[in-house]
């Protein structure tokens, strides 16, 4: 079992920058490819970022256009988003999620093992 955990989320003004954490806890957090989703007002969920259990590869949502970096924490049990240039189209709430594969974290539908609980972001214009 792996718990996660997201924090990092708040109130942000458009251009600006916010970064999240997403902390594991539980089985060995390095054995999980990460990733991060998020879910707008009234939107489905979508895929935001993933990155790879030894963190040689990233994947990124179309939408993202340069603006988030995603990466693991040098403990290895936190991963994070970093997220530049928000707009008020970046307001959702961002969920962590995990999976033994990056594969299975970007493919559509995803495949997820386990999600955090999610922290909000919004963007104010």
């Known amino acids: 079992q792996v718990q996660l955990v997201e924090s990092g989320g708040g109130l942000v003004q458009a251009g600006g920058s916010l970064k999240l954490a997403c902390t594991g806890s539980?089985?060995?957090?390095?054995?999980?490819?990460m990733g991060w989703f998020r879910q707008g007002p009234g939107k489905e969920r979508e895929f935001v970022a993933a990155i790879s259990r030894n963190s040689d590869t990233t994947a990124y949502g179309d939408f993202v256009r340069g603006r988030f970096t995603i990466s693991r924490g040098i403990a290895e049990n936190t991963v994070y988003l970093q997220m530049n240039g928000l707009n008020a189209g970046d307001t959702a709430v961002y969920y962590c999620a995990a999976n033994t594969r990056i594969s299975s974290l970007h493919n559509s539908p995803p495949s997820i093992a386990y999600w955090g609980q999610g922290t909000q972001v919004t963007v104010s214009s």
């Open positions: 539980g089985r060995s957090f390095s054995a999980y490819a």
